[in-house]
């Protein structure tokens, strides 16, 4: 199963489509009003009957500056002062969710995202800390997994510090690109010595995990000054590294509206950048997880991946999938039980919504029966690259051929084309296919055709 990826442009070429991540099936983009407070508040109790243990999601959405790139929810000011009053709202969403828990119900991994988290203060950081310690059951032998995202130029080693005094044992750092023309052109100037620091302060502090995120389609870039981008993050040595791929969408985020698109490189361009960084962390020993993400043979993404125990949710790729997923913050997303539900993306709502004692839920979706089935299938191919059928039929009492009928002559002719491996009790992602899993995800996706006008990123 855990063979090499194989580069196959003609198979590229005709299976490189738009499509969803599949960070959850249903995606976000079935969440509808008709999911509200109460309808989390349920999930919640039936967590608490059933002791399931949690992973909680934080969203702190401000930035002191604008990355044109970036699609997240955020708040772009340079006036500290707004943290406080959002950070009071937080703390009264953590109260108003936690009375609905079980105090046996352990917190197994935390995520501070955004937006910066660290555009809090240290104090501040301490109080939403207290706050969520005070509230919850935090896992406090340190082996949790608890991760922040960090950017560099915003930190330095008293916050490091700090941040494992706190408990917390994973970083994520968003690059991007070290080419300062690339930089300037998405109005993100971070320098090799800045990344490197935070990462040395890491190590020395004794945390356990670093990520780094870069992205491949920015503009300005060419194959020769990503791939120079790419060598020099592998000799920081990161335990995972991310390599997204730049969806260019300016009528959805206006802040990639300031990228000239003449700068853009071209889809071959692109490719190229692709496959060079492919051979180049293959070659430094990095193993292909899915979708965009690599990591080292021991790192616990690969070891759960090997014994057949990754899971994916709305935080990516996971070892806690068996957890219920907490959201909490502005446009933050659970994931409890079969309910998946959202916070209002617009900061006042969120705000004034706890002001008046009510959590700020605002839309979502109760799984049904297919929507079971259809997880099940897409998180492990997504997941494995492979599914037996057998596992399937047992679990949901179907004839997985006679179920997915309407599929299956596309499958065959993936199974021609080399995609896959299919037989009639498993399929298997070959691997000049894995690059490709979503293509072969969105065959079992009901939902698809209903948003044939939705914006994708493209497979690759």
């Not at 508040?41 to 790139?69: D, E, G, K, Q």
């Not at 009790?425 to 293509?439: N, T």
Request: proline letters at 4%.
């Amino acid at each position: 199963m855990l063979d090499s990826i194989r580069w196959d442009s003609d198979l590229i070429r005709r299976y490189d489509q738009a499509g969803p991540r599949y960070t959850s099936y249903p995606t976000a983009v079935q969440f509808n009003g008709n999911i509200g407070s109460f309808d989390l508040l349920h999930a919640l109790r039936s967590s608490r009957h059933a002791s399931r243990p949690l992973s909680l999601y934080i969203h702190l959405p401000f930035c002191a500056n604008v990355c044109y790139y970036c699609g997240c929810n955020k708040v772009i000011t340079k006036d500290h002062g707004r943290a406080l009053p959002y950070l009071e709202r937080l703390e009264k969403e953590i109260e108003l969710v936690a009375c609905h828990l079980g105090p046996d119900q352990v917190v197994e991994q935390l995520h501070f995202g955004g937006g910066t988290p660290t555009f809090l203060s240290h104090d501040e950081l301490r109080r939403l800390m207290s706050h969520l310690q005070k509230h919850f059951n935090l896992q406090d032998d340190d082996h949790g997994d608890f991760s922040i995202e960090i950017d560099p130029r915003e930190a330095d080693w008293s916050t490091m510090g700090l941040l494992r005094g706190l408990g917390f044992n994973r970083i994520s750092i968003g690059v991007q690109d070290l080419d300062p023309e690339v930089q300037r052109a998405v109005n993100r100037m971070q320098t090799l010595e800045q990344t490197s620091t935070i990462i040395e302060a890491a190590r020395t502090l004794q945390f356990r995990s670093v990520n780094i995120d870069l992205i491949y389609g920015l503009p300005m870039q060419n194959p020769e000054r990503f791939a120079s981008t790419v060598q020099a993050i592998i000799g920081l040595q990161p335990d995972r590294l991310s390599l997204f791929n730049y969806a260019h969408l300016p009528e959805r985020f206006m802040p990639q509206r300031r990228i000239n698109a003449a700068d853009l490189p071209s889809p071959a361009t692109k490719l190229t950048m692709l496959q060079h960084s492919i051979e180049q962390l293959t070659d430094a020993g990095y193993r292909y997880i899915g979708m965009d993400h690599f990591a080292l043979p021991d790192d616990d993404l690969a070891m759960a991946q090997e014994d057949g125990t990754l899971q994916r949710n709305f935080q990516g790729y996971t070892t806690h999938g068996h957890c219920d997923l907490i959201g909490l913050g502005v446009s933050a997303i659970s994931q409890v039980g079969d309910l998946y539900c959202q916070n209002s993306s617009d900061i006042t709502i969120y705000q004034q919504t706890l002001d008046q004692g009510q959590l700020p839920t605002i839309r979502g979706l109760r799984c049904n029966e297919d929507d079971r089935i259809r997880r099940m299938v897409i998180q492990k191919l997504i997941c494995d690259f492979e599914l037996s059928f057998g596992a399937v039929e047992e679990s949901f009492s179907i004839d997985f051929k006679s179920y997915f009928r309407d599929a299956w002559p596309s499958l065959e002719q993936m199974a021609v084309d080399g995609l896959i491996e299919l037989t009639d009790r498993h399929l298997l992602i070959q691997p000049a296919g894995r690059l490709l899993v979503r293509s072969v995800c969105m065959l079992f996706d009901h939902y698809l055709h209903e948003h044939a006008g939705q914006r994708y990123s493209r497979v690759i």
